[in-house]
């Protein structure tokens, strides 16, 4: 059983950043893949970003992102403190939402199943 946590979220202003975190419970942080998702008011919950477990040995750092993201948000890990980040720069309004952080055994995917989810933290990205 893995338990998270988010924090970090609140308000901002177009062009702000803020930084994520979500902190899990037990020893098998690392064998984890952590993703990221948000669902804004009256849509559905999407994908944000994801990064592989340790045991990753493919290209591209086992990082993927939706595209809406690329370029503005960062996902890192740091398996010695069982905490995945967001970071996120130049935030849009189209970017509120509840971010949630969830772990997956799979490797990274924004479609694959995902065992465990946090309570989720509120982003709100004014104009």
């Known amino acids: 059983q893995v338990q998270l946590v988010e924090s970090g979220g609140g308000s901002v202003q177009a062009g702000g950043s803020l930084r994520l975190s979500c902190v899990a419970s037990g020893r098998t942080f690392s064998s984890y893949t952590m993703g990221w998702f948000r669902q804004a008011p009256g849509k559905e919950r999407e994908f944000v970003a994801a990064?592989?477990?340790?045991?990753?040995?493919?290209?591209?750092?086992?990082?993927i992102y939706t595209d809406s993201v690329k370029g503005r948000f960062g996902i890192s890990r740091d398996n010695a403190k069982n905490t995945v980040y967001l970071q996120m720069n130049r935030l849009k309004p189209e970017d509120t939402a509840v971010y949630y952080c969830?772990?997956?055994?799979?490797?990274?995917?924004?479609?694959?199943?995902?065992?465990?989810w946090g309570q989720g933290t509120q982003v709100t990205v004014s104009s």
């Open positions: 990064v592989a477990p340790i045991r990753w040995s493919g290209s591209g750092g086992g990082i």
């Open positions: 969830a772990a997956s055994r799979a490797l990274p995917s924004p479609t694959g199943v995902y065992d465990y």
